[in-house]
Nanobody
Framework: QVQLVESGGGLVQPGGSLRLSCAAS????????MGWYRQAPGNQRELVAR???????VYADSVKGRFTISRDNAKKMIYLQMNSLKPEDTAVYYC?????WGQGTQVTVSS
């Protein structure tokens, strides 16, 4: 079983930046397949960015050019660098791997 713990959320002004982290533990080999989703109130959970099973990256159109997903294989961690944040980026951000989900971390973009 895989455990995922996110950190790094918070309140930021529009145009600001945040960096989310997700630490994975448990029975893990490669961390290919890890990713970030988000869910805003009243909306469905949606993909933000993920590392594919072959190690490439995929982004939602709404975050391309602003968000960057990265990884540390040795630490079994992924990160989400979020720049030029907009109010519509406000959501709970979840880390996911295989069928496991983290508890989520709140990101609020507001002036």
């Amino acid at each position: 079983q895989v455990q995922l713990v996110e950190s790094g959320g918070g309140l930021v002004q529009p145009g600001g930046s945040l960096r989310l982290s997700c630490a994975a533990s448990g029975s893990i080999g490669s961390i290919n397949g890890m990713g970030w989703y988000r869910q805003a109130p009243g909306n469905q959970r949606e993909l933000v960015a993920r590392i594919t099973n072959v190690g490439s990256t995929v982004y939602a159109d709404s975050v391309k050019g602003r968000f960057t997903i990265s990884r540390d294989n040795a630490k079994k961690m992924i990160y989400l660098q979020m720049n030029s944040l907009k109010p519509e980026d406000t959501a709970v951000y979840y880390c996911t791997f295989r069928s496991s989900w983290g508890q989520g971390t709140q990101v609020t973009v507001s002036s």
